[in-house]
Each structure stands twice: as structure tokens, then as C-alpha cells.
């Protein structure tokens, strides 16, 4: 039997039909392949916590930018700032698996938005992290609310208004 990580690019963004392949459940529609490192490791021979929120970090980056949300390089775009992050861990992960992990805004207010992200190996979620997302003006200071472009793709990424 062939393994579908052997069909899919490690550490760039995947499309449905690729997170499918890899049992990504539906609902997940942002997601990145690769491989648990020996430098992830922590005493007990599994994934460090840390290094789970390295994972949401390093979707996070290409997410905002595929979103609409920064560039990071203008002027113009807005200081987006992570005022919460948290993990939950279901069943540890060792060297060499290959996992995927996703992302997807769930809800949004005026200048803040949730993602919620999953770590999924071989179809299984060993890991749920969220995090609270506000965006800045450049003062660093002043919230700024989120363009219409912006919440049109959290939208089509299935995120709701809150309240």
C-alpha cells in the first residue's frame, strides 16, 4: 500500500482534495503536510508541546497572507497581534510521523477573529489548539477593523459574526 504523503508537498499550503487524501475531515480547508522532526522531540521521546504551537504559528503566517489579512512587508497592513493561544493534546506524536496541520477562522468581530487549528495524523486528531486574533492599527495601539475583503474570505473559510 502507498503512502498518500508520498503524493502530497511537505510544508506548503495543500487543497481539499489533498487534506482529503490524507484524512483531513471536512471543515478543514487549510492545511500543511510534514514530517515530526528529532529537534520537536522532547524527553519522553513525543512532540513537545511547543512545538505544536510552532506548527499554528508556521500555518499562521501563509493563512494571513492567502487571507488577505497581511502581507508583512507594508505599511499599510495592520499589526496582527496574538492575544490568546492554547492547546489541547489528545494522543502524543513520535519522530518521522507525517501529520498535517490546519487551520480555519471559526468566528470574527470587528477587528478580532478565533482560528482554531488541528494536528491530524493519518485521519486522527492528536491535538486542538485556538487562538484570539486582533488586528492593529501600525501605532500598535488603536484597533483596526477588519476590510470587507477579509471577512468575505474568513467567511468562505466558514466563520460566523459574533455576537
Known sequence: MSNPFDLIPLVTPLNSAQLRSVG???????????????????????VNNVAYLR?????RIPYFSDHKLTSYNGEDDPQVVLATN???????MFLNENYVV??????FRNSSF?????????????????????????????????SDE????????????AG
Open 55 to 59: 506548527w499554528f504559528e508556521s500555518l
Open 24 to 46: 483531513v475531515p471536512q471543515g478543514w480547508q487549510y492545511g500543511i503536510a510534514d514530517r515530526v522532526r528529532f529537534h520537536e522531540l522532547d524527553a519522553l521521546n513525543h
Open 102 to 107: 490546519t487551520g480555519r477562522t471559526t468566528s
Open 150 to 161: 477579509v471577512i468575505e474570505a474568513l467567511r468562505a473559510d466558514g466563520a460566523t459574526k
Open 114 to 146: 478565533v482560528m482554531e487549528y488541528g494536528c491530524f495524523v493519518g485521519g486522527e486528531l492528536r491535538c486542538l489548539g485556538e487562538s484570539v486574533i486582533v488586528t492593529l492599527e501600525q501605532d500598535g495601539v488603536t484597533k483596526r477593523p477588519l
Open 86 to 92: 492554547s492547546a489541547r493534546y489528545f494522543k502524543p
